[in-house]
């Protein structure tokens, strides 16, 4: 989401958008040829699954005994700054539907206290460790519920991280969609597990910050891109995260083949909600909505934070009273605003949130005790908004575990380190210590300067403390000189037996916040450390012979200019490591632990390597284009294809001992055939009256004290009976092309959560035995990547990541056997004229790859001959 977070900055805003004219907005340049947003109408009504069906009759129950302006009441939020949460809808008490409090991030909770900042997603995604991935979501859901948060706004699994400069690839686990979907699903078990709504997002191809959204002058950019790459990279974080029983998905700014995401009636209506079969409700990204009916007739069912797209804070919505009026005039059917309020109230339900289920004690607008109530409405009555409650418990502990498991070993010449208990240590670069202006100086952390634990945006958290590197150093009383300057001091005075330790990072963000001229994408700073961190680097090397460079980044940065200098002896990739980001580097660098952590992403050796599509897209008049031409070649697909040698591949990742692979064996589960088992009809779906109802349940109640610009659902009565009377005359609704009213069986490729069951059916169990032959304790991760049979008609990946698995701590000389599994899904291709998922040789000899890195494998198993071979 994004939030304009200082009223005078929206005042700005908006003194500036009343003076323009609107009439550029509508300026979309046409989506190159052959790309298309097809409409496929109406929406699939939710309940169909049998996981759900008790949290719809529930729902049901209560829907149909819900008035017209109870209804879209709990379908918008109530207007940006109108209470405590960065999103609160309306209520509808008279049933017992209190205001849902929706809340920031995916790394913790958003402006506040008493939190935990845990390492964002990207950190996540390095340790490869599913345990941890689920034990930081429950650790996660256990703060969101402690503080009377309803809906958690995270995972993200979009940004997927195509394009390495893209602002907010760090919320996310990695540039690799099984990956990101382990990552993501693994979140919501955690955070749900505690009763809290997830909210898996931004649905979808959300690749670049700049141009995000629709302006005044410009329509949102346009992500295009074909069928089978939308299948098989881009959705399939989001499949994975259905099939785990997400509550809420979020709509991102982005327009898909030219068609914003929030009315692209194809994205919610077909891939969403028939063929993933999401039971949950679909939000906007905040001011992402930019129209009323089409929007809820393209299936979007909840409006963030509820005002218009183009001037908030007005008391203007697209829905809310214009819902009511749109249901009484006949536009939006009842049919849909049951099946929105129903979506909403079953995903209330399955969580048990009717049970004992906390109010908000915290206010995302103020950090006071004391505040306005309703800090958008000017004269709002004040009272207690922060209660400062303690939801840490121990959470630090699966933190640590995080930040220290994450960090991934690039480099380390001649057993570098771990350095001994005694090294002699000159520390340079301003990114070992906390921000001297105070570790939450930067509201949504919009600078930096000092250790860097996370980018910036409505993705971060304030840090309730932040263990520097420094801090961890003084904590061990080791022998170290710190240097606080991102330029060479000339009074370090190098002697030959010292070791040089040199911070550097690369930060990005979210949009609505530049930082050194980056508008969140990395556009001034490009692939390289910032605050000249290259040069840093180079003078220290130039002066000490032992060299141990740390980074601290969102994502992929350039290291030619000094990762082969001869003294540039080791490199430490830390990731973000959030709050703990200094014990947990000392444990690695002095050897309390083997790092144990991957790369998310490939590095390049320059940014040439890259297809020209992951170019950023620039300013341009009218709607930007961003096609994407590599289709399934992002990342290590694209290196591995085009044969180009990175600096480090995905996956790559040292340890300070050694392990094999051996004792591996494949055994077929389930027979495959060319097609999954057809798919079970849908479940049944709750009945309403469909009848428009009476114009007076819209009607404003007698003596309603209103908030001003506060969004309610109810219109003056004489609104409401003229609409009504419009659902009669003459003048229909100009519904889109292909519009109808009549529900789906829903596509081969659906009938349950996360898409047709059978997909999911486990093809080939692998087994491997994974054994320390070092002499220092370990944890080793086995990734498994599928080859695709020779010979097939289609173009495919020469290697995709399926599964991986990480082993305990293996002491010297012990083994641990790790069994991983490849799906129907993972063996199949993405059929665009079948639309379905396809086996493309059934009995075809795939080979199941078993390795430390993407391109690095010990064993390969081959699904015809059931054996598996070193190399
Ligand atoms: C985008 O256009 C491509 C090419 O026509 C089509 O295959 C794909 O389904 C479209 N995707 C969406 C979400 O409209
Ligand atoms: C809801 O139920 C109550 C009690 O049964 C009834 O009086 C009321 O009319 C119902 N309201 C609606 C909108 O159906
Ligand atoms: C809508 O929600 C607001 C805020 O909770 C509340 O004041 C109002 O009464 C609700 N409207 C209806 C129809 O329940
Ligand atoms: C019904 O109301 C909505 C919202 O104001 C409007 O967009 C739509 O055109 C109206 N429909 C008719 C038939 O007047
Ligand atoms: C590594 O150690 C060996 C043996 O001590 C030495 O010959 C070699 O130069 C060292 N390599 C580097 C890059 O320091
Ligand atoms: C550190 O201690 C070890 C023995 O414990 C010794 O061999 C080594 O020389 C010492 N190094 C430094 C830099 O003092
Ligand atoms: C070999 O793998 C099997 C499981 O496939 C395991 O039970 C066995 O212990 C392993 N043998 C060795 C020597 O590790
Ligand atoms: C359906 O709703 C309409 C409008 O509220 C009402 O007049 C009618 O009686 C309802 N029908 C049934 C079967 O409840
Ligand atoms: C609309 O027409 C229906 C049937 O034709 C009638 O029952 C209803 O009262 C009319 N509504 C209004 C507001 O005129
Ligand atoms: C551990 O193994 C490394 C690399 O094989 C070797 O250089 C080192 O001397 C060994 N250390 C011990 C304590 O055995």
């Not at 991934?408 to 670069?429: E, I, R, Y």
């Not at 790092?595 to 170019?615: K, M």
């Not at 493309?840 to 993407?854: H, K, L, Q, R």
Request: glycine share 10%.
């Amino acid at each position: 989401m994004s939030t304009i977070h200082s009223f005078s900055s929206l005042i700005l805003l908006l003194s500036f958008s009343l003076s323009t004219s609107a009439a550029v907005v509508d300026r979309r340049d046409p989506v190159p040829a052959g790309y298309v947003a097809p409409p496929y109408y109406p929406s699939p009504h939710g309940g169909w699954t049998v996981d759900w069906s008790e949290s719809y009759r529930k729902a049901s129950l209560l829907v149909s005994n819900m008035t017209l302006a109870e209804k879209t009441n709990i379908t918008s939020g109530s207007g940006i700054f109108m209470g405590r949460c960065v999103g609160n809808t309306g209520s509808a008490l008279r049933v017992g539907i209190p205001q849902l409090c929706l809340q920031d991030g995916p790394l913790g909770i958003r402006n506040t206290d008493h939190n935990t900042a845990f390492p964002p997603g990207i950190t996540v995604g390095a340790t490869f460790d599913k345990s941890l991935m689920l034990a930081r979501g429950v650790a996660l859901g256990e703060e969101f519920r402690g503080k009377g948060i309803n809906v958690h706004l995270g995972p993200s699994v979009g940004p997927l991280g195509r394009r390495a400069r893209a602002g907010r690839n760090w919320e996310g686990f990695g540039a690799d969609p099984v990956l990101q979907a382990f990552g993501g699903a693994l979140t919501i078990e955690g955070v749900q597990s505690q009763g809290v709504i997830a909210t898996i997002k931004h649905l979808v191809a959300n690749e670049q910050e700049q141009y995000r959204m629709t302006n005044l002058f410009q329509p949102e950019i346009s992500s295009n891109l074909d069928d089978r790459t939308m299948h098989e990279l881009y959705l399939w974080p989001f499949a994975e995260g259905v099939r785990s029983g997400v509550g809420s998905v979020m709509i991102a700014y982005n327009a898909v083949n030219g068609s914003a995401c929030s009315q692209n009636s194809y994205l919610m209506n077909n891939l969403l909600k028939d063929e993933l079969g999401f039971q949950g409700f679909v939000m906007s990204d905040w001011l992402a909505q930019i129209t009323g009916v089409p929007s809820a007739l393209a299936g979007l069912d909840m409006s963030m934070p509820g005002d218009i797209n183009q001037v908030p804070l007005f008391g203007n919505s697209y829905w809310m009273y214009e819902l009511s009026r749109s249901v009484l005039n006949g536009s939006v059917p009842v049919d849909r605003l049951n099946d929105m309020a129903t979506r909403i109230l079953a995903a209330w339900f399955q969580l048990g949130q009717d049970q004992n289920y906390p109010a908000p004690n915290f206010d995302t607008n103020t950090q006071d005790a004391n505040g306005p109530l309703y800090p958008g409405a000017l004269f709002s009555p004040s009272g207690v908004v922060n209660e400062f409650v303690d939801v840490q418990g121990n959470h630090a502990e699966v933190a640590r575990a995080v930040a220290r498991d994450g960090i991934t070993l690039l480099k380390n010449t001649n057993a570098t380190l771990p350095l001994s208990k005694n090294a002699t240590l000159k520390v340079f670069g301003t990114d070992a210590e906390k921000n001297p202006d105070g570790i939450n100086a930067c509201a949504d952390q919009g600078c930096n300067k000092g250790t860097l634990g996370m980018g910036w945006g409505s993705g971060s958290a304030r840090y309730p403390y932040l263990d520097s590197p420094i801090d961890g150093l003084k904590a061990r009383g080791a022998n170290y000189k710190f240097f606080n300057t991102d330029s060479f001091p000339s009074n370090s005075n190098p002697a030959p037996g010292d070791v040089a330790l040199i911070f550097i990072n690369a930060d990005s963000g979210e949009n609505y916040i530049t930082v050194d001229g980056n508008p969140g994408d990395r556009t001034n700073a490009g692939l390289n450390a910032w605050h000249s961190g290259d040069k840093l680097v180079q003078n220290v090397a130039a002066k000490y012979s032992n060299v141990i460079v740390i980074i601290h980044t969102v994502g992929p940065i350039l290291m030619e200019s000094w990762i082969d200098l001869p003294s540039v002896k080791a490199v430490l990739n830390a990731h973000l490591p959030g709050q703990e980001a200094g014990e947990t580097l000392m444990q690695v660098l002095f050897g309390d632990v083997s790092p144990s952590g991957h790369l998310p992403y490939t590095i390049p050796v320059s940014e040439d390597q890259y297809p020209g599509s992951f170019d950023l897209i620039g300013f341009k008049l009218g709607q930007p284009q961003d096609t994407f031409t590599e289709g399934l070649y992002i990342d290590y697909r694209h290196f591995n294809k085009q044969n180009i040698k990175p600096r480090f591949a995905f996956g790559h990742g040292l340890s300070y001992t050694t392990f094999s692979f051996s004792n591996a064996s494949i055994s077929s589960v389930t027979p495959l055939t060319s097609l999954p088992p057809a798919r079970a009809a849908k479940g049944p779906t709750p009945q309403y009256n469909t009848t428009i109802p009476p114009a007076s349940e819209a009607y404003w109640p007698a003596n309603f004290n209103r908030i001003w610009r506060y969004l309610y659902s109810w219109l003056d009565k004489n609104d409401a009976d003229n609409a009504a009377k419009a659902a009669n005359s003459s003048t229909k609704y100009p519904y889109p092309a292909g519009y109808s009213t009549e529900q789906k069986p829903g596509p081969a490729a659906g009938g349950a959560q996360g898409g047709n069951p059978a997909l999911f059916d486990v093809a080939y169990n692998i087994a491997v035995t994974v054994t320390n032959t070092g002499n220092m304790s370990g944890k080793a991760v086995a990734q498994l990547y599928v080859q695709f049979p020779t010979g097939i008609t289609y173009d495919t990946p020469i290697v995709q990541l399926r599964d991986f698995e990480k082993t305990d701590t293996l002491a010297p000389g012990a083994a641990q056997t790790l069994n991983l599994r490849v799906t129907r899904k993972d063996l199949s291709v993405w059929d665009v004229v079948q639309q379905n998922w396809v086996i493309p040789a059934v009995n075809g000899d795939y080979g199941i790859w078993i390795g430390e890195a993407s391109d690095s494998f010990s064993l390969r198993c081959g699904t015809s001959t059931k054996s598996c071979v070193v190399g």
